[in-house]
C-alpha cells in the first residue's frame, strides 16, 4: 500500500493549494466538481468554514482578481500527511 499511498499523496500536493489553481476551479460549476457537498475548510486560525462560505468567498475572489496573490507572492504548503480512513471494498 505504501506505493499506492505515495501516488495519492503526490496528486494531492499538486493540487493544494486546490482553490488557488485557476486551471482547476475558475467558476460556480469547476467549484462544484472539485468540492464534495459536505465540504468544509480548516482555515490557518483553526475556525471551520462551510462549502457555501468557501464557495462564496472563491467566486468573489476570481471576480475581484486577474492573477491569485499565492502565484504572485510563491505560496507554498509543507509537511503534507495522508492517513488511509478506511479498506476500499473488493468486489
Given amino acids: 500500500m505504501p ?9 494531492l500536493v499538486a493540487r493544494e493549494p486546490l482553490f488557488h489553481h485557476r486551471q482547476l476551479v475558475h467558476s460556480a460549476d469547476t467549484f462544484d466538481l472539485e468540492a464534495a457537498d459536505d ?10 468554514y462551510d462549502r457555501d462560505t468557501v464557495k462564496e468567498n472563491i467566486l468573489r475572489r476570481l471576480a475581484d482578481t486577474a492573477v491569485d496573490e499565492m502565484v504572485v507572492e510563491h ?3 509543507e509537511d ?12
Avoid at 465540504?39 to 471551520?48: D, N, P, T, Y
Wanted: hydrophobic letters at 30%.
Fill in 3 to 11: 506505493g499506492e499511498m505515495d501516488a495519492i499523496m503526490e496528486e
Fill in 75 to 77: 505560496w507554498r504548503t
Fill in 80 to 91: 503534507h500527511q495522508l492517513r488511509e480512513l478506511g479498506q476500499t471494498p473488493t468486489c
Fill in 39 to 48: 465540504f468544509r475548510e480548516v482555515g490557518a486560525s483553526g475556525r471551520v
